[in-house]
């Protein structure tokens, strides 16, 4: 009986057909749906009706001023606590990140849900127009700041001490310290958390729907509104234009990488 030859290559097959079921082909059919019609011609009407959607202004800004705000308010609190727990060494530093991590091992409905409670418990009333905003805003930071804080602090522990040491000895204090070396060199980990957070806030939808039935729509929710009508024309232009959206990213992500691997984050 003839062996097969076990090499590193044959291991890659179960990933291989992984990816060409799951990923390939739902990208496939994402753009024939957009670019094909009933008819099964080429066609761009659906980018057309998706953009004359009375609604579609408002939900691209709701979806940005969320995202934004979001990830400024992540940004604001994520930085100075990965700054921290990176300043923490052994088990006291290793349980502060723990602390951090364990909001994650909960499913985030879960996380949605306990913020409504919270919410209503203190006498928020839900859905009310003036608390949409705030109320949506609150639920991504709960639930998306250990995606701020984790590549933060990955890129500020790997920062070399010595060139700290060289700046003290070069007479900067630690305030220039901090303006002039780590935060140049936490860039691209800022640019990682940015995109962990800024990338789903503006494609969810469950958190909206939980907290405000409805009433405020994201990118996400719209969505979703389409496929459960069976629209799925509209619905594939819209998620091919969040796979630019997060294309775009990767890109960017990757080229900051490369520029902190490469030391040229200093001023």
Not at 55 to 74: D, E, H, Q, Y
Not at 150 to 166: F, G
Not at 179 to 199: A, E, H, N, Y
């Amino acid at each position: 009986m003839k062996r097969i030859a076990l090499t590193r290559k044959s291991f890659a097959y179960p990933y291989i057909i992984y990816m060409a079921i799951f990923v390939v082909f739902p990208l496939i059919l994402l753009l024939l749906n957009a670019f094909i019609s009933n008819d099964g011609e080429f066609t761009f009407s659906h980018f057309q009706k998706v953009f004359s959607e009375p609604t579609f202004i408002k939900v691209f800004w709701n979806s940005v001023k969320v995202g934004i705000l979001s990830t400024a308010v992540c940004l604001l609190i994520g930085y100075p606590v990965a700054f921290i727990l990176s300043k923490m060494k052994g088990i006291k530093g290793a349980t502060m990140l723990m602390l951090f991590i364990l909001p994650m091992w909960i499913n985030s409905l879960l996380r949605t849900q306990a913020i409504r409670a919270l919410l209503e418990s203190m006498g928020v009333v839900i859905g009310k127009e003036s608390t949409l905003m705030p109320m949506v805003v609150l639920a991504m930071v709960y639930d998306y700041l250990p995606f701020m804080i984790l590549p933060i602090y990955t890129t500020l522990t790997k920062i070399d001490n010595s060139l700290l040491e060289a700046a003290g000895d070069l007479g900067a204090n630690s305030l220039n310290c901090l303006v002039k070396v780590t935060i140049p060199l936490s860039v691209p980990g800022v640019i990682s958390g940015i995109l962990m957070v800024f990338l789903p806030s503006i494609s969810t939808f469950a958190i909206t729907d939980i907290l405000t039935g409805g009433k405020f729509v994201l990118f996400g929710n719209m969505i979703d509104e389409y496929v459960t009508k069976s629209n799925y024309g509209r619905a594939s232009v819209l998620s091919l234009m969040l796979l630019i959206f997060v294309a775009l990213s990767l890109i960017l992500d990757r080229d900051k990488s490369e520029q902190g691997k490469a030391g040229g984050g200093l001023w």
